[in-house]
T-cell receptor, first 116, second 114 residues
Framework: DGGITQSPKYLFRKEGQNVTLSCEQN?????MYWYRQDPGQGLRLIYY???????QKGDIAEGYSVSREKKESFPLTVTSAQKNPTAFYLC???????????????FGDGTRLSIL | SQKIEQNSEALNIQEGKTATLTCNYT??????LQWYRQDPGRGPVFLLL?????KEKRKERLKVTFDTTLKQSLFHITASQPADSATYLC?????????????FGTGTQLKVEL
């Protein structure tokens, strides 16, 4: 079955440590996204990528970094510069929309990051 | 600034009744609106998409309306069941600058009781 796999499901970060969240998809989707979800808030876009080797900042990119070396993979690194990293992180993918169209996003089941 | 509002209070209804959830937006002109379902500890799952020139869209027990004059979408679940209990998110897609960037509301929790 095609889908998006996020790992690990739970992750703990020590002060001053960088951690990397994995996101892999086998849907052959072009675009991939990272969101952050906090209690009582909507999903907020961190980074997105429409094509391999290219990505753009979302609304809250500070303290995060990404890479897109392969179509299937879009890892997110939470750096020590992100002072409030505790949150539920969601990865999504979608076909590249055609002109004037919209595509549904397919989500993984998230990684919950906590600070030790 | 752009704002999307969904009722933050949980909606409790009895099994068999119709649940109606509201999504209001301001300072935004979305070309499309999408609805998702999210269960605790899981990622959102896509349900329905409606275009700005469509008034209504249906899928099985689900119905979505989109009123660009009122800047509002209503999401209905008819003959609700306990299995429909979840948080429902609306998302606006302005198709600006490409990339299929969605702006999500905070979601409304629905509880269907026996």
């Amino acid at each position: 079955d095609g889908g998006i796999t996020q790992s690990p499901k739970y992750l703990f970060r020590k002060e001053g440590q960088n951690v990397t969240l994995s996101c892999e998809q086998n849907l052959n989707h072009d675009a991939m996204y990272w969101y952050r979800q906090d209690p009582g808030q909507g999903l907020r876009l961190i980074y997105y990528s429409q094509i391999v080797n290219d990505f753009q900042k979302g609304d809250i990119a500070e303290g995060y970094s990404v890479s897109r070396e392969k179509k299937e993979s879009f890892p997110l690194t939470v750096t020590s510069a992100q002072k409030n990293p505790t949150a539920f992180y969601l990865c999504a993918s979608t076909l590249q929309p055609g002109q004037g169209a919209s595509q549904p996003q397919h989500f993984g089941d998230g990684t919950r990051l906590s600070i030790l | 600034s752009q704002k999307i509002e969904q009722n933050s209070e949980a909606l409790n209804i009895q099994e068999g009744k119709t649940a109606t959830l509201t999504c209001n937006y301001t300072n935004y002109s979305p070309a499309y609106l999408q609805w998702y379902r999210q269960d605790p500890g899981r990622g959102p799952v896509f349900l329905l998409l409606i275009r700005e020139n469509e008034k209504e869209k249906r899928k099985e027990r689900l119905k979505v309306t989109f009123d660009t004059t009122l800047k509002q979408s209503l999401f209905h679940i008819t003959a609700s069941q306990p299995a429909d209990s979840a948080t429902y998110l609306c998302a606006l897609d302005g198709i600006t600058g490409g990339g299929n960037k969605l702006t999500f509301g905070t979601g409304t929790q629905l509880k269907v009781e026996l």
